[in-house]
């Protein structure tokens, strides 16, 4: 069969007129639907004959998609989620698909969720505050969804997060080798996943004979300096930070008191942000492996879209990474 004459670009319409068929059967064949068997044959035939390549743009667009991705972060400013976003963008651009990322914050989440959806064919959700049956509602209409950092058991979407339980237990007993009992957990938001297996965590430790002064550390910087106030005057020798960015500002609030770290008290962060090393001193802290996260919901995301199943919840660990905002109490 000869090429058709022209500029040297086989289009769809010239295999519909060389098959004999519709260019809306060609369509079909090529997307994989059913047509009768003797114009798919044609159909076949002709795409191989005449060296057809499909459009991809026009291709994606035919079947609704987008090659576009959705991320729902509920922080930007907080660098933690800029190595999640890292891992899923590296991943999800080798495979030709692009980020659009939203900021959801805590109380407009479900508003952003569906802006972004409805211009992707997927979405990530990034440690969603939302209750457990809210977050079920949405995910019906959300699908494909990936959950990051979340446990939702009857949410029925994949969901991978860091081990943070395992890694405040390893974290606190380390603190107890160097001779801390009195431990203070500075927490974060409450409605968050994380915070609550970190509180857990946390109450564990007194079955080994920690005090344990729990004490909401809020957003902001003044609310961070409120609750080390409340850590000291509960006689805590170590002050756990939700995360690094809350440590950071405890850090600060014990230098204009004139108390010493760690010879007076030691401080430890969570995610090691990559400024962690670079505190005064340098914050010890539980390195959560943003990087490898996003390109593991990526992932899951992709297999999704390919139509294949998924497990319902994965977890990866986090490792303690000791730095000098650590000693043994009181200097001994």
């Known amino acids: 069969m000869a090429r058709p004459k022209g500029t040297g670009t086989v289009t769809i319409r010239a295999v519909a007129t060389a098959a004999g068929v519709s ?13 009768r068997p003797g114009s798919a044959e044609r159909v076949r035939a002709v795409v191989e004959e005449l060296g057809y390549r499909p459009n991809s743009s026009a291709r994606d667009l035919a079947q609704g998609r987008t090659r576009t991705i959705g991320v729902s972060v ?20 080798a495979s030709g698909f692009q980020l659009l990322v939203g900021d959801s914050g805590i109380s407009s989440e479900d508003e952003v969720w569906r802006a972004v959806r409805q211009r992707c064919d997927g979405i990530v959700l990034c440690s969603p505050y939302a209750s457990e049956a809210a977050l079920a509602k949405a995910v019906t209409a959300l699908s494909p969804v990936v ?18 339980h395992s890694a405040i237990l390893e974290l606190t007993g380390r603190l107890m080798r160097l001779g801390h009992r009195r431990l203070a957990y500075l927490a974060g938001p409450e409605r968050s996943w994380s915070d609550r297996e970190r509180r857990r965590a946390m109450e564990s430790t007194r079955h080994f004979g920690a005090e344990v002064t729990t004490v909401a550390a ?22 756990i930070a939700f995360n690094d960015l809350i440590a950071f500002a405890a850090l600060s609030r014990l230098r204009e008191r004139g108390v010493r770290v760690p010879e007076d008290v030691s401080v430890t962060g969570f ?15 539980v390195h959560s492996p943003q990087v490898e996260l996003g390109a593991r919901a990526w992932h899951i995301l992709r297999a999704l879209l ?11 660990d986090a490792e303690v990474r000791l730095r000098d905002s650590v000693g043994a109490p009181g200097g001994l």
């Not at 809306?24 to 047509?35: E, F, I």
């Not at 809020?218 to 106030?229: I, L, W």
């Not at 390919?306 to 990866?316: C, K, L, R, Y």
């Open 23 to 35: 260019p809306a059967t060609v369509s079909r064949v090529l997307a994989g639907k059913t047509v």
């Open 74 to 93: 509920p922080d930007l400013d907080n660098p933690y989620f800029t190595g999640i976003l890292k891992g899923i963008g590296r991943e999800a651009q």
């Open 147 to 164: 959950i990051v950092n979340r446990c939702a058991p009857s949410v029925p979407a994949p969901q991978i997060a860091v081990d943070s």
């Open 218 to 239: 809020g957003t902001g910087v003044e609310e961070v300096a409120r609750a080390v106030d409340t850590a000291l005057e509960a006689g805590a020798t170590a002050l």
């Open 271 to 285: 995610d090691d942000i990559p400024y962690a090393r670079l505190a005064v001193p340098p914050l010890t802290s």
């Open 306 to 316: 390919d139509g294949e199943q998924a497990e319902g919840f994965q977890t990866i």
